[in-house]
């Protein structure tokens, strides 16, 4: 079975400053991975894709986020946070169109 | 594409009415799936549609909670009778290959 953990329910970071938020799967094939966006009282919204290829992937709004397959892991990085990045971070994987989602990371943004 | 459309944004009812939340999907997409949001419980996949026809249903907490798609432009949840844990924020969201997801429904059950 397909499984999603997000280690950190929160994070907190200081505007300006980098930011990694941790993603690790279970999954017994080459995996689907996913990020994505919920701002406050928002539906999710797709940060980024892996389905094959390049495993740096970039998306939306400065994200990127690596694969590593030894690591069973898909961290989403952005080099320098903005206000507006706080928002709950969803990770998920998926071998095709039903995506396991994690419980998400609280990003909070100290000015 | 306008993206997926739910409705209403924002319900709230008594205990034992019935509730009925609304998704259109974006066009083309021929998955469609319902979530249920909660703090304790997070995203919880309830029912998905492919090509209108129900596939797996086993996140439907209870013979209450029932969905349908009688066309590929219009689905609905339905509870009944509502009950005051079935307040949460529902997901609706559909799917070529990647799935986008709706504004959602915040349900309150008083």
């Known amino acids: 079975a397909q499984s999603v953990t997000q280690p950190d329910i929160h994070i907190t970071v200081s505007e300006g400053a980098s930011l990694e938020l941790r993603c690790n799967y279970s999954?017994?094939?080459?995996?689907?991975l996913f990020w994505y966006v919920q701002s406050p009282g928002q539906g999710l919204q797709l940060l980024l894709k892996?389905?094959?290829?390049?495993?740096l992937v970039q998306g939306i709004k400065g994200f990127e986020a690596e694969f590593k397959r030894s690591q069973s892991s898909f961290n989403l990085r952005k080099p320098s946070v903005h206000w507006s990045d706080a928002a709950e971070y969803f990770c998920a994987v998926g071998g095709s169109y039903i995506p396991t989602f994690g419980r998400g990371t609280s990003l909070i943004v100290h000015p | 594409d306008a993206g997926v459309i739910q409705s209403p944004r924002h319900e709230v009812t008594e205990m034992g009415q019935e509730v009925t939340l609304r998704c259109k999907p974006i066009?083309?997409?021929?998955?469609l799936f319902w979530y249920r949001q909660t703090m304790m419980r997070g995203l919880e996949l309830l029912i998905y549609f492919n090509n209108n026809v129900p596939i797996d249903d086993s996140g439907m907490p209870e013979d209450r909670f029932s969905a349908k798609m009688p066309n590929a432009s219009f689905s609905t949840l339905k509870i009944q009778p509502s009950e005051p844990r079935d307040s949460a924020v529902y997901f609706c969201?559909?799917?070529?290959?990647?799935?986008?997801f709706g504004a959602g429904t915040r349900l309150s059950v008083l």
């Open positions: 969201a559909s799917s070529g290959d990647i799935q986008y």
């Open positions: 892996y389905f094959s290829g390049d495993t």
């Open positions: 066009s083309g997409h021929d998955y």
């Open positions: 999954y017994g094939a080459t995996p689907y």
